[in-house]
């Protein structure tokens, strides 16, 4: 059973616009959620996270969106660049199981940003 | 710092042979797991330490065996390889068990014929 859901496997958008990256999730115990970013033929590092006390967290371009009431979270990338263009993997936790720092992710989406 | 290395990059091996997959840290990180990668099924979780001697199952443990003697190192073995072992694995470190923010490393591709 996924907990953590990723269900658009890829997105296409023009250079300077917004890239909107969700997932979903089942599991109403997660309380900590991040996003990583991959590019091919190397590790995913880590990008943005939010806190389910928060519904907003904001660094640069990147904003990240919690609707801790639907389950779902987004990704904004405004503007996007080409530079972008890479897979995205949301990833949650539930912080208060013992702290042991298992994150569970989703299946990924593939950005594309074309110039 | 050099971060998380893993070695080999890549690795073909029969059905039944062993090997393991090394991962090294020089952050001085306690929490250390291994991934796989399957195309479809995102970063699924096997194995994970949270400091030297303690080691736990993820998700999809069966198959793999761990251990974690040093704060720096964190092998990962194959016991008798089969083809549905064939994946990208990749080893992740971070400072504590409450910090999620996990350095990745560049990954080991597996083939198992």
């Known amino acids: 059973d996924q907990q953590v859901k990723q269900n658009s496997p890829s997105l296409s958008v023009q250079e300077g616009r917004i890239s909107i990256l969700n997932c979903d999730y089942t599991?109403?115990?997660?309380?900590?959620f991040l996003w990583y970013k991959k590019y091919p033929a190397e590790g995913p590092t880590f990008l943005i996270s939010i806190s389910s006390i928060k519904d907003k967290n904001e660094d640069g371009r990147f904003t990240v969106f919690l609707n801790k009431s639907a389950k779902h979270l987004s990704l904004h990338i405004v503007p996007s660049q080409p530079g972008d263009s890479a897979v995205y993997f949301c990833a949650a936790s539930d912080l208060g199981s013992g702290n042991t720092g298992k994150l569970i992710f989703g299946q990924g989406t593939t950005l594309q940003v074309k110039p | 710092n050099a971060g998380v290395t893993q070695t080999p990059k890549f690795q073909v091996l029969k059905t039944g042979q062993s090997m393991t997959l090394q991962c090294a840290q020089d952050?001085?990180?306690?929490?250390m797991s291994w991934y796989r990668q399957d195309p479809g099924m995102g970063l699924r979780l096997i194995h994970y330490s949270v400091g030297a001697g303690i080691t736990d199952q993820g998700e999809v443990p069966n198959g793999y065996n761990v251990s974690r003697s040093t704060t720096e190192d964190f092998p990962l073995r194959l016991l008798s390889a089969a083809p549905s072992q064939t994946s990208v694995y990749f080893c992740a470190s971070s400072r504590d068990r409450v910090s999620y923010e996990q350095y990745f490393g560049p990954g080991t591709r597996l083939t198992v014929t």
């Open positions: 599991n109403s115990m997660f309380d900590y």
């Open positions: 952050m001085n990180h306690e929490y």
